[in-house]
């Protein structure tokens, strides 16, 4: 089972609090902080809101299996706190354009997924990221509209929250901060940033952690490894990087300051590959991951070349070879309007 065929099956169960839910998407980083994972995929492909506590933590178990393949050697100096700055490149000169156009009136970001899985059937979604840091979502604009109508939002959460604030800091200030602060927007279990001493804490720390999850749910503990170096440990860092941006866009991509900090960010992988298309008459951007910041996956995201809009994410599993598309639709919108059914 990969993770997608997971998430799907923990698709209609009863919603955790927000404690429980920021513990399990701490502990599910933690171990993705190896190389044979796939796509660490953004939380809009799955409603986690609807996710029980235990299936939460069953998630967590199951992803932290992959903590025992890692390797590496001796402990390395701290990785270097930042990239390169990104160069004029076409992304840079979006996010410039993205950013001096501003955000659209509303007070929320309006994001509409259609999924297409294995069986080639649509499954349509629908999230509001409110500028005040609650989230509602929908399968339809009616029970979307309802949510909003009742209240009925999760709460803001620490890690939404430093995502947000990770790619705002892109927009206006330094790249090379808030490179570091999107990386480490979960946890910094690689030690970005770090001195020697305290890297090797931080993994300590996060093994521990990992460890603990699995005796909690009755699970054999694994071994722990040492920290992983070099190339190794500079995919992580930027699979960490692509995996937490993404998630800033697909959440709240009708915010043009998110927007174009997101765009930096992308702009700081190295051997990002930045090509052209057309999608339905329009404009557009393909971002292309390296596979091997993936684990041997690919990931393309296609992006409207005038506004950075998302467009279209393909991803194919490192593990299965199986293949999701999802298209996005993204706008701001008015909690009012949406609760009074105007969407």
Do not use: C
Request: glycine share 8%; aromatic share 6%; net charge neutral.
């Amino acid at each position: 089972m990969d993770e997608m065929d997971l998430m799907k099956k923990l698709r209609d169960v009863p919603s955790p609090g927000p404690e429980a839910y920021d513990s399990a998407r701490a502990a599910l980083r933690t171990a993705m902080a190896e190389p044979a994972a796939t796509v660490v995929r953004p939380k809009r492909w799955f409603s986690w809101p609807k996710a029980s506590v235990a299936a939460v933590g069953a998630a967590a178990v199951a992803a932290a299996v992959v903590m025992v393949s890692t390797s590496g050697g001796s402990v390395p100096a701290a990785p270097p706190a930042a990239a390169p700055q990104a160069v004029e490149g076409p992304l840079v000169k979006l996010a410039s354009a993205v950013h001096a156009a501003g955000t659209q009136p509303g007070d929320a970001s309006l994001i509409i997924n259609t999924k297409f899985g294995l069986n080639g059937k649509p499954d349509l979604y629908y999230t509001i990221y409110a500028d005040d840091g609650r989230q509602f979502t929908g399968d339809s604009t009616k029970t979307l509209a309802e949510a909003v109508a009742k209240g009925d939002a999760q709460p803001p959460t620490p890690y939404d929250g430093k995502v947000m604030a990770a790619a705002r800091l892109a927009a206006t200030g330094d790249v090379d901060q808030a490179r570091i602060a999107m990386i480490t927007a979960a946890n910094n279990a690689l030690g970005v940033g770090l001195s020697p001493a305290e890297a090797e804490k931080a993994w300590a720390d996060a093994q521990a952690e990992t460890a603990e999850m699995f005796r909690k749910y009755g699970k054999p503990v694994p071994a722990p490894k040492p920290r992983p170096t070099g190339k190794e440990l500079e995919n992580l860092i930027n699979n960490h990087l692509w995996s937490n941006t993404q998630h800033a866009l697909f959440a709240n991509a009708a915010d043009a300051e998110v927007r174009a900090g997101v765009l930096k960010l992308y702009a700081t992988i190295p051997d990002m590959t930045v090509g052209k298309t057309t999608v339905d008459g329009q404009a557009a951007l393909t971002i292309t991951v390296p596979p091997a910041v993936l684990g041997g996956g690919a990931d393309v995201l296609t992006i409207n070349a005038g506004n950075g809009l998302p467009i279209r994410e393909e991803i194919t599993s490192a593990d299965s070879g199986k293949r999701y598309v999802v298209n996005y639709k993204a706008s701001r919108v008015t909690l009012a309007d949406v609760a009074a059914g105007k969407i």
